[in-house]
């Protein structure tokens, strides 16, 4: 084996998860662009449909991403009317952002989003149920 072997993009397991992704994020795009989502909005509005009220740390926390990602993310969901920002009663420090009427009714729109892009990965339900625990323990190990 030659030193230079772990230099190769074939014998990275980085690569494949980091094209998946990619890949994967493009074949979203359609159905987003249709309700006017960036991917990183629609993960974001799916914790608010799902959370309805939470405060920016924990959302960073729940989608792997850190408050400089989220600023602006959560600027133009705001504009959109889909959600609203505001400081904590109890905290001043602590910025809680909470979902709209509009977000809301987004949701409707957004239903048909995982369905139009299940059939994306060709994997059975076992394979995908593999995949996906897999996955989480990568991410619960990079924590």
């Not at 504009?79 to 979902?99: A, M, P, Q, T």
């Amino acid at each position: 084996m030659d030193k230079y072997d772990a230099l190769k993009l074939e014998n990275q397991l980085c690569f494949p998860l980091y094209a998946c992704s990619r890949e994967i994020v493009k074949k979203y795009r359609p159905y987003l662009d249709e309700i006017g989502l960036t991917y990183t909005q629609y993960i974001t509005m799916m914790v608010f449909w799902e959370e309805k009220k939470i405060n920016v740390k924990a959302l960073g926390e729940k989608l792997y991403l850190d408050s400089g990602t989220l600023t602006p993310v959560l600027k133009s969901l705001e504009n959109k009317g889909y959600v609203s920002r505001s400081r904590s009663k109890d905290d001043e420090r602590v910025l809680i952002v909470e979902i709209t009427e509009e977000g809301e009714k987004l949701k409707e729109k957004a239903v048909e989003v995982p369905y139009k892009v299940s059939g994306c990965l060709r994997l059975d339900p076992g394979e995908s149920k593999q995949l996906y625990g897999l996955l989480y323990k990568v991410l619960g190990v990079m924590k």
